[in-house]
């Protein structure tokens, strides 16, 4: 008996919720309020697009096509410009000069980002400067062509910099085409593929200083790749 007064009093509880609390086109389209399309549609819309920043700046918008930031809207920059775009008076883009507030959104130093993506550490590089004083954003090649792979791979030369591998040059391991310092996407450098490529100073029968770590290539690891294991940036002694 108490079981079923406990259960009636559950499924009252829940049709009230649902008659209270759940909105009424709940469910009418899918899971979602449908009257929430509406509510959107009568919404004031606030951003131009693309599109319509190019019919005017078409020069701009031609440049920034053939740029690494040809993937970004003008707006998530310039701000909402639907006023804009209605009168080029009324409302003036926004113009980022605030190093924090714009471009260190992607291009502040995270270990997540990928090496290679373009990162500065704010408090080192060019303090108190706007970063278009020196960079084109619609067209952000870097200001001087790198003369270090350091300059794009700072933690991986820190990092191989207190290694056992700190006297190697990155080209021992890495085939560059010279062309990576002004296009770096488009021309990737080269790994090594093959276990064999260590083993030209690590093998047993490897010319060279007898203090390097010597495997046997044929017993040493089995099918595996060197740096399965093996951290090439920071080797273990």
Not at 14 to 23: D, E, I, K, N
Not at 24 to 37: D, K, L, M
């Amino acid at each position: 008996m108490r079981l079923g007064v406990l259960g009636l009093v559950g499924i009252a509880a829940m049709l009230y919720a649902r008659h209270r609390f759940v909105p009424a086109t709940f469910g009418e389209t899918g899971h979602y309020r449908a009257a929430a399309v509406d509510a959107v549609a009568s919404g004031k819309i606030q951003y131009a697009g693309a599109a319509v920043c190019a019919e005017c700046h078409d020069d701009v918008a031609g440049k920034k096509a053939a740029s690494y930031h040809r993937t970004l809207s003008c707006e998530i920059c310039h701000g909402a410009a639907a006023r804009h775009a209605e009168d080029p008076e009324a409302q003036k883009p926004v113009v980022p000069r605030e190093r924090g507030a714009a471009c260190l959104y992607c291009h502040e130093y995270l270990p997540s980002r990928p090496t290679g993506f373009p990162q500065i550490i704010e408090r080192l590089h060019n303090p108190v400067k706007p970063c278009i004083g020196c960079h084109d954003p619609h067209d952000p090649k870097p200001s001087q062509v790198p003369e270090s792979c350091s300059a794009c791979h700072a933690q991986i030369y820190r990092t191989k910099a207190v290694s056992p591998h700190a006297n190697l040059s990155c080209e021992t391991c890495h085939a560059v085409d010279p062309r990576h310092r002004q296009e770096p996407r488009a021309f990737l450098p080269k790994k090594p593929t093959d276990r064999e490529f260590c083993g030209r100073c690590h093998s047993k029968e490897a010319p060279g200083d007898r203090e390097i770590p010597r495997i046997d290539l044929t017993t040493h690891g089995g099918r595996y790749l060197c740096w399965q294991c093996h951290y090439p940036h920071f080797p273990e002694s």
